[in-house]
């Protein structure tokens, strides 16, 4: 069974950055789409990033030019790198893998304070 973990959420100012990882157990890895959602209290979860296993990204509109997502295949882990973060960037932050079916991390959360 594949495992997703999460890691590197915190509290951090308007303007700061973050950089979030999420470590995979298995091989499958190599051959998955990966993908950062999050969830604010009371909404829905939505598309932060996602990056196919040939490289190609994708990324919502609210933070194109601020987050980039990239994948280190031989380490397992997909990256969500957060620049000038926003107060309306609070959530909490969940690492998915996708092939013929799908998998969750458990969340991380991410603080901005104005």
């Known amino acids: 069974q594949v495992q997703l973990v999460e890691s590197g959420g915190g509290l951090v100012q308007a303007g700061g950055s973050l950089r979030l990882s999420c470590a995979a157990s298995g091989s499958i890895f190599r051959v998955a789409a990966m993908g950062w959602y999050r969830q604010a209290p009371g909404k829905q979860r939505e598309l932060v990033a996602s990056?196919?296993?040939?490289?190609?990204?994708n990324y919502a509109n609210s933070v194109k030019g601020r987050f980039t997502i990239s994948r280190d295949n031989a380490k397992r882990t997909v990256y969500l790198q957060m620049n000038s973060l926003k107060p309306e960037d609070t959530a909490t932050y969940y690492c998915?893998?996708?092939?013929?079916?799908?998998?969750w991390g458990q969340g991380t959360l991410v603080t901005v304070s104005s």
């Open positions: 998915n893998l996708h092939t013929i079916s799908e998998i």
């Open positions: 990056i196919t296993s040939g490289g190609t990204t």
